[in-house]
């Protein structure tokens, strides 16, 4: 996800988060006024910052129907 910060201003930034909504990503993709897509592969929780080192699992079909579907591939 760093790398957004070397990405053209117009690029589209997809991020896959486990629920933890933090904000850092869609901040710095907002600040570049880059395109960010949020994929959650789980339920969103309120924020700790335990949650940031959890462990999640994504489904690979799952990922590639919203790809498809925001274009991005």
């Given at each position: 996800?760093?790398?957004a910060v070397?990405?053209?201003p117009d690029?589209?930034?997809a991020m896959i988060d486990g629920g933890s909504y933090d904000f850092f990503f869609?901040?710095?993709a907002c600040l570049r006024?880059?395109?960010f897509h949020?994929?959650?592969s789980s339920p969103i929780e309120m924020?700790?910052?335990n949650k940031l080192s959890d462990a999640f699992e994504v489904e690979i079909a799952d990922i590639a129907r919203a790809?498809?579907?925001i274009e991005f591939v």
């Open positions: 996800m760093t790398n070397f990405a053209v690029a589209q930034v869609w901040d710095l006024q880059q395109q949020w994929y959650f924020f700790t910052v790809m498809r579907l």
